[in-house]
């Protein structure tokens, strides 16, 4: 079967950095998406990584590892508007995509 | 502004009825998804359609209908045969030329069942 394990909630602190990791094994492998969802809200798009290796777009940052089956997910300099549930999702052989169940992280002052 | 609408935003429905939800988007996008989202949990697939009149069932299916009678429409009706139908349910679209397939996301609609 298809399985992506993400940690159920995590705490950090306003200012720090905090590191969320997905593993994942799927009927192969065509990309690897990372979403953030608000309470109540539909998910947005933060990341996309196919090739091994780390992504960096401001104070987000999503690492690869094909070999591994695994990626995280590294928010910088935290915010309280971070406090959402971050959603890795992997592309697999149909170009279908599967879902983890999310992270959902705590900011506190 | 280009977007994907879901309405409404709430709804209620009794036990054994029908109720359809909207998911209508003007993005040009191929392929529509609906997906059923419940708490503490992931997405999972309701259904998806790449073109259309022609759409294929998900991971969970069952009690659940859809068309896809223009490009830009892709309404869910939840039957009376779902089991447990109270969920946050989330419509996505893509375009399948783009060289990774980023999925874009209706604001969702909560249904609860009485």
């Known amino acids: 079967g298809q399985n992506i394990d993400q940690p159920t909630e995590m705490t950090a602190t306003e200012g720090a950095i905090v590191q969320i990791n997905c593993t994942y094994q799927?009927?192969?492998?065509?990309?690897l998406f990372w979403y953030q969802q608000h309470a109540g809200e539909a998910p947005t798009f933060l990341s996309y990584?196919?090739l091994d290796g780390l992504e960096e777009k401001g104070r987000f940052s999503s690492f690869l590892s094909r070999s591994k089956g695994y990626s995280y997910l590294l928010l910088k300099e935290l915010q309280m508007k971070d406090s959402a549930s971050y959603l890795c999702?992997?592309?697999?052989?149909?170009?279908?995509?599967?879902w983890g169940a999310g992270t959902k992280l705590i900011i506190k002052p | 502004d280009g977007g994907i609408t879901q309405s409404p935003k709430y709804l209620f429905r009794k036990e054994g009825q029908n109720v359809t939800l909207s998911c209508e988007q003007n993005?040009?996008?191929?392929?529509m998804y609906w997906y059923r989202q419940d708490p503490g949990q992931g997405l999972r697939l309701i259904y998806y359609?790449?073109?259309?009149?022609?759409?294929q069932k998900g991971d969970i299916a069952e009690g659940y209908s859809v068309s896809r009678e223009k490009k830009e429409s892709f309404p869910l009706t939840v039957t009376s045969a779902q089991k447990n139908p109270t969920a946050f349910y989330l419509c996505?679209?893509?375009?399948?030329?783009?060289?990774?397939?980023?999925?874009?996301f209706g604001p969702g609609t909560r249904l609860t069942v009485l």
């Open positions: 996505a679209s893509t375009d399948l030329a783009e060289s990774y397939n980023e999925q874009f």
């Open positions: 993005l040009n996008h191929d392929a």
């Open positions: 359609s790449q073109i259309v009149n022609d759409f």
């Open positions: 799927t009927s192969g492998f065509n990309g």
């Open positions: 990584n196919v």
């Open positions: 999702a992997v592309v697999d052989s149909n170009y279908q995509l599967i």
